[in-house]
Each structure stands twice: as structure tokens, then as C-alpha cells.
């Protein structure tokens, strides 16, 4: 396909509300558009994935009560550090950590990018959430995914969560900076 024939449909979709797109500058030359999906296009995509799983929750929050499922989500949380962990391990310094974590996050449907920032500073972002029902009911996902990411990266950082689909913005979001006195 080429670029005007992309372009085109874009619009046509833009026009039809299904897709929406946000412009970042802080480059050269013009801003980098990023496409994404809206409301109205997510509901064409029927996903029984999340039926299943929202109902699991409301099982174990029946069976097990709060205290069970926040044992559920810190045993996953135990899973997702070690994995990403290992695939860390031997990587020198937080640019080459970020990447990876960018790239284990793609691979789990996150489609995660990462970006230097001149201050020295480096963004992750999520631009999808493939367990964004769950975390609707349940915020503790959020808050282990925010932990998970503090830990595996180390000391030397803070990570902060910058935007937050759950909030309204159109994606998650991390700023990672390095601390003082750290490598």
C-alpha cells in the first residue's frame, strides 16, 4: 500500500470516529502521528477473552474475597518480575533495560515503544492495554505492573506513571529517571 492510499483510509476511518491520533513533537521537522483505535472501533472487535476473565475475577473475589485475588495478583506479579528479570539480566545500562522491557511488553501485546528524552530521562509507553477490562475492575493489575516495572529497573531509577488509559488518556505511559549518584 502506499503512503496517500494509507492516508486515505486513515482519514476515512478518522471521519467514521474509529480511529483517533495524537501529534509529538520534540523532533525535527514535523510532528510523529500516532493512530489509534477509539471506543466506537474497540466495540467492533467482539474480545470473550475478557468475559472469561471478568468473570474470573468476580469468582475469586466470591470464593476468595479481596484478600484472595490480591494473593492471585502478587503471585502474577512474582511470574512477570522473574521472567522479565532474567531477560534483563547482563544488560549494562537503563537505556538497553528500558528497550528490552519495550520490547517483552510488545511481545505481550502492549505494543510498547521507548524514547530517550533530553533530559535524560526515558518514556515507555503502552499505546494498547490487551488486559484493560480487568484492570477496569481491578486496579490492582495497575499497581503491580508499576511495581514490576520499579523493581526489575532497579534502584538507580523512579519510574512514574505519566498517562494512564484508565484515567482517560489514550495510553499508559512511564517516565523513567535515572537518580543521582546511580549509573
Not at 474509529?18 to 525535527?28: I, K, T, W
Not at 537503563?94 to 528490552?100: D, G, L, P, R, S
Not at 501485546?109 to 499505546?127: C, I, K, Q, T, V
Request: aromatic share 6%; charged share 25%; with cysteine.
Amino acid at each position: 500500500m502506499t503512503l496517500p492510499g494509507a492516508r486515505k483510509h486513515l482519514n476515512t476511518l478518522l471521519g467514521a470516529h474509529l480511529v483517533g491520533f495524537a501529534d509529538e513533537s520534540g523532533q525535527v521537522g514535523r510532528p510523529k502521528r500516532s493512530w489509534h483505535l477509539t471506543a466506537a472501533a474497540e466495540r467492533r472487535f467482539p474480545d470473550s477473552h475478557s468475559v472469561l476473565t471478568l468473570e474470573m475475577i468476580g469468582a475469586v473475589r466470591t470464593v476468595f474475597g479481596e484478600d484472595g485475588l490480591d494473593r492471585l495478583i502478587s503471585s502474577r506479579e512474582t511470574e512477570t518480575e522473574a521472567r522479565y528479570r532474567s531477560a534483563l539480566a547482563g544488560l549494562g545500562d537503563t537505556a538497553q533495560k528500558v528497550a528490552k522491557l519495550a520490547e517483552l511488553r510488545s511481545e505481550e501485546g502492549y505494543m510498547a515503544e521507548w524514547r530517550a528524552e533530553p533530559d535524560g530521562s526515558f518514556l515507555l509507553a503502552e499505546n494498547h492495554c490487551p488486559i484493560c477490562a480487568a484492570a477496569r475492575i481491578c486496579q490492582g493489575f495497575c499497581r503491580s505492573e508499576l511495581e514490576v516495572f520499579q523493581n526489575v529497573l532497579g534502584p538507580g531509577v523512579a519510574v512514574l506513571r505519566a498517562e494512564h488509559i484508565l484515567a482517560g488518556a489514550r495510553r499508559c505511559a512511564y517516565v523513567i529517571q535515572p537518580l543521582a549518584g546511580h549509573p
